[in-house]
């Protein structure tokens, strides 16, 4: 019922910045929150910002600064604006959503993943 298309991922230098955009479509009641997960090869998944349906924000540590999440209500998308980039940057970032969609008993919505290289 729900489908969610990342883009914006891509190569970058050190120091470069790139855009993340999550696009949420389908039977959307409410959206809770919308975030950006991050794994690199042979590491686990990790939380690495959140916005909530009252605008609030939370990042992970490691990108406190240089990272922003983003929304445009009216278009269901999220957006990470990623800044001062660094090799360790450098995973598939997943879009994910909690919300209440019509006809499901599901909460949690993945997007595909899109690929960030922080490379020089």
């Known amino acids: 019922q729900v489908q969610l298309v990342e883009s914006g991922g891509g190569l970058a230098q050190p120091g470069g910045s790139l855009r993340l955009s999550c696009a949420a479509s389908?039977?959307?009641?409410?959206?809770?929150?919308m975030g950006w997960y991050r794994q690199a090869p042979e590491k686990q998944r990790e939380l690495v910002a959140i916005?909530?349906?009252?605008?609030?924000?939370n990042y992970a540590d490691s990108v406190k600064g240089r990272f922003t999440i983003s929304r445009d209500n009216a278009k269901n998308t999220v957006f990470l604006q990623m800044n001062s980039l660094k090799p360790e940057d450098t995973a598939v970032y997943y879009c994910n959503l909690n919300a209440l969609v019509w006809g499901s008993n599901r909460s949690d919505y993945w997007g595909q993943g899109t690929q960030v290289t922080v490379s020089s």
């Open positions: 389908g039977s959307i009641a409410r959206i809770n929150a």
């Open positions: 916005i909530v349906s009252g605008g609030g924000t």
